[in-house]
């Protein structure tokens, strides 16, 4: 769905991209968004979403979107490829900028980078124990989160086992994967810092603001309705 400055895409009508990552290559798919038509033949507020094509390489703006929403692979960087990283949930720019992914509006989502079963959704309901998983759980008291703030600036917090919490300013100017995934418009994800840590480490990345709900855009009226109601007034 193309940036229009003049007719501003609605939250609830932008395409979905669902991205994935092989060992040895990328994809995604496109869930087309098609805006409805409501009373006297105008657009609502609203999109059905009908089709779903796989995007190929020679699709304008694949390079972009699969860049920025999987990270490289084996055949990239060999058997050392860093960990899985990238958004699991963003909202691709609305501003024309050339490199926000061919001007598209769509929500992309990559359910690579989001894991499915922790210690708060294996537990039993009544008796608090685990339940049999495939997967290692993690119950310590202890992690890492980086937080963007509306003010344009992120911090890490850190978390051990038996002491407080801490957070710590994150220098920007060295961190140009998480300031891309940011700019891309990342909601949630992971992405490879570099400045924190005695050595790069994958650690997961939240945007406050954008988990803030938003007021939706009032309807458009067209010329001919602005006039009824102007002559009936």
């Known amino acids: ?139 310590a008291d202890h992690f890492e989160v980086l937080i963007a703030t509306p003010a344009g600036k992120v911090y890490l917090i850190s978390k051990e086992d038996g002491a407080e919490p801490s957070s710590r300013l994150v220098p920007l100017a060295k961190e140009a994967e998480l300031w891309s995934a940011l700019r891309g418009g990342t909601v949630a994800g992971s992405v490879r810092l570099v400045s924190m840590h005695d050595s790069p480490r994958v650690v997961p990345v939240v945007n406050a603001q954008s988990l803030m709900p938003s007021r939706l855009p009032a309807p458009s009226v067209s010329a001919h309705e602005k006039a009824e109601k102007d002559h009936a007034l």
């Open 1 to 139: 769905m193309q940036f229009d400055q003049q007719d501003r895409r609605n939250p609830l009508e932008h395409d979905i991209l669902v991205a994935r990552r092989h060992p040895t290559s990328k994809q995604y798919f496109r869930i087309k968004g098609v805006r409805e038509i409501g009373h006297g033949g105008l657009p609502t507020e609203r999109a059905q979403y009908t089709t779903v094509a796989e995007q190929l390489p020679s699709d304008g703006g694949f390079r972009s979107i699969v860049g920025f929403a999987c990270a490289e692979t084996q055949r990239q960087q060999g058997e050392q490829a860093s960990a899985p990283r990238g958004p699991a949930l963003a909202t691709l720019p609305l501003h024309p900028d050339p490199t926000a992914s061919a001007s598209c509006t769509c929500y992309l989502l990559n359910p690579e980078n989001v894991t499915y079963e922790t210690s708060w959704t294996t537990e039993e309901w009544s008796d608090q124990e685990l339940q049999p998983t495939d997967n290692p759980i993690d119950t």
